[in-house]
């Protein structure tokens, strides 16, 4: 493996834990321990300070998007009952989506849908094509993944930053009161046997959801 895919890697191994320690996510055991590692130096200056650059994501959003995708592929292998199921949980999240929305909803600078709430589900860590390690900056990401191996999450991303290694937040936004429509015409059309016109209105939402790239040191805008 070469310098740039040991970044890679450090980076695809951290997108759990390091982005969405603000907001809520499905949280494997690995996590849970990371996540306390973190707590433990969140009074540190440091923590505080880059506590408002991460993106908030919302895990009733992110279910949402998993049972949007489950139905379709229900759909298609001829699964009424898995895509009804499927849909019936939609419903759920949605709504508890839309309850929380306020929590994470930020505004988009790509066209965005009038009068609805972009709220993120996905984030991922991205690094920028124009890379070229060096001793110095592989030094960085050496000292990064000390921190990442504590958990200091934040702390691994500022080392990064100090030493020139460009990364961004790469981030899923999807349009909640769109997607509670849509997912309630696909219930009703599933109801009616109309499987083929409950994939499209499911389709409508994959097809709405915003992915935009944000600076690790921006706060995201908080939707007005």
Avoid: W
């Amino acid at each position: 493996m070469n310098d740039k895919s040991l970044l890679a890697a450090i980076i695809a191994a951290t997108v759990s834990t390091s982005l969405l320690a603000t907001g809520t996510t499905t949280v494997s055991a690995a996590d849970t321990q990371t996540q306390e590692a973190s707590a433990k130096t969140a009074e540190q200056p440091a923590s505080k300070s880059a506590e408002k650059d991460l993106v908030k994501v919302s895990k009733d959003a992110l279910m949402v998007m998993r049972s949007v995708q489950g139905a379709r592929f229900a759909i298609f292998e001829g699964q009424p009952d898995e895509a009804r199921k499927n849909v019936d949980a939609a419903v759920t999240e949605v709504a508890s989506t839309i309850r929380d929305a306020n929590q994470f909803a930020v505004d988009t600078k790509a066209p965005a849908r009038k009068d609805d709430t972009y709220v993120p589900y996905d984030a991922a860590l991205t690094m920028a094509d124009t890379f070229v390690p060096t001793d110095e900056n592989m030094k960085h990401v050496a000292k990064a993944n000390e921190h990442l191996h504590k958990g200091e999450k934040k702390e691994a991303l500022e080392t990064l930053k100090l030493g020139k290694v460009d990364v961004a937040i790469t981030a899923g936004l999807m349009p909640v009161k769109f997607a509670q429509q849509h997912i309630s015409d696909a219930a009703r059309l599933l109801g009616e046997g109309k499987y083929y016109e409950a994939n499209l209105a499911l389709k409508a939402i994959d097809d709405a959801v915003v992915i935009e790239t944000i600076a690790v040191d921006a706060t995201p805008k908080p939707k007005q």
